[in-house]
C-alpha cells in the first residue's frame, strides 16, 4: 500500500523499546532448548495465544516469565542482533533501547553477561547496518530505592556503554518521587533521565518525573492530556514523549486504536514520536506502529514526517549526529 511504502522510506529513530520485549516466540522457545528451561507453553502459537492483556501488569507477569530463558552473553547477543536486524528492515538508522537489568540479576543473571551481550550486538549492528545506538538502563519501579540504588553500582564500570537511565514496570502505586535520590545520583554521573509516567498513572506523575527526576525524555505520557497546564508546560519545553501506539492498544490505555491520542498530541504542539515499546508482545515494530496510527487518524505525509523527525530531535544524539538526519 502507498500510505506503508511511504512511512517504510521515511529514516526513522526508536527510542522506546525493551530488548527484553522483542523477545519473539520462536527465540524463546530455541533459547528454552538451548539452556534446557522449561516453559509452560507447547507451541509458539500457544505462546502468541497468551498474548491478550486487559492492562499492564497482566503484560508485565509474562513479560518477566518470558525473559527468563535468556541465561548466556550469547542469549543476550542473540535477541539484540534480531531486534536491529528487524529495526534495519524498517529504515530505522538509530536506536535507543531499555534494558531491565534487575530481570536478570534476580535470576543469576550477572550484569557483565547482560551488557557485554547487548553491546557486541550494538557494534555488529553499526558495521553491518549503519545504525547507530544508546543504551538506556531502566530501574523496575515495583522493587525498592535501595535496589536501584545497587544496580546503579553494578553499572558504574560500564557507564561508557550506557547513556542513560529510565524507569518502568508497575506504575500505579510506584511514583517517580519513590526514586528521587537514585536518580539525583544518575544525574550526577552524566547520565540522560527518562521515565515511564502518564501510561498508567495519573498527570501527577508526569509532574512528578519533571520537578524530581528531572527528565529529559518522557515514556508514553498519554495521561497527560487530563492536565492542560501540563500540556502547555511540556510544549512550552519542547518535552519529547514516546508514544506506542499498538502497546496503547494492546494494554487497553486506549480502547479502540481510532480513539489514540496521537493526532491530539500533535495538534497540542507536544513533541511526540512513535515506538513499538515491546514488539514480540504488542504485535508490530516500529513502521507498524506508525501505519496503524496512520490510518486510524488519517494522519498526513506531514505529520508522519514530523512524528520521524521528532523521533531524531529527541534522540540523545549530539547536534551534529541530530543534523546528519534532519
Ligand atoms: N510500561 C512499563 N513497564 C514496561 C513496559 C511498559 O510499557 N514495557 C516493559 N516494561
Ligand atoms: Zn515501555
Redesign the pocket.
Known sequence: EERAAFIAGVPKAEL?L?I??SLEPELMFELAQRNNVAIPFASVEEVRAAYAFSN?QD??DI?YQGMGVLHTEQDFHDLTAAYCARADADNVRHIEI?F?PQGHTSRGVAFATVIAGITRALDDARTTYGMTSKLIL?FL?HLSEADAEATLDEALPYLDRIAGVGL????VGHPPSKFERVFARARGLGLKIVA?AG??GPPAYVHEALDLLKVDRI??GNRSLEDPALVRRLAGEGMTLTV?PL?NLK?CVVGDIADHPLKTMLDAGLHATVNS??PS?FGGYVNANYLAVADALDLSRADLVALARNSFTGSFLSDAEKARHL
Not at 518502568?168 to 506504575?171: A, Y
Open positions: 522506546h525493551h527484553e520485549g499492564l503484560f508485565l513479560y531499555f531491565d531502566c519501579r518502568d514496570s508497575s506504575e515511564h501510561e498508567e515514556d508514553h506506542c502497546s494494554l515499546d515491546d508482545y
